[in-house]
Nanobody, 115 residues
Framework: QVQLVESGGGLVQPGGSLRLSCVAS????????MAWYRQAPGKERELVAR???????NYADAVRGRFTISRDNAKNTVYLQMNSLKPEDTAVYYC?????????WGQGTQVTVSS
């Protein structure tokens, strides 16, 4: 089973930046893709960004141009660089890894954008 450990959340002012990290370990085998989701109170969970094994990425319209997803294969880590943060970005961010058709989720990390 894949184990995911997230870090990097916190409180930041509007316009600021944060970088989230998610470390995957365990008998993951083939990883199809890694992704970041977020969920704010009273709102549905939404896909933020996704990166496939070949390096192809996609982003939600709300974050495109501000967020960048990347991965370090040697460290089995996926990152989410978040720039120009807005209050609307406030949410719990979850890492997701899909391996052999099975989804694994991180514990979530809180991101709060407020002055």
């Amino acid at each position: 089973q894949v184990q995911l450990v997230e870090s990097g959340g916190g409180l930041v002012q509007p316009g600021g930046s944060l970088r989230l990290s998610c470390v995957a370990s365990g008998s993951s085998g083939s990883i199809n893709y890694m992704a970041w989701y977020r969920q704010a109170p009273g709102k549905e969970r939404e896909l933020v960004a996704r990166i496939f094994s070949g390096g192809v990425t996609n982003y939600a319209d709300a974050v495109r141009g501000r967020f960048t997803i990347s991965r370090d294969n040697a460290k089995n880590t996926v990152y989410l660089q978040m720039n120009s943060l807005k209050p609307e970005d406030t949410a719990v961010y979850y890492c997701k890894v899909v391996s052999y058709g099975t989804a694994y989720w991180g514990q979530g990390t809180q991101v709060t954008v407020s002055s």
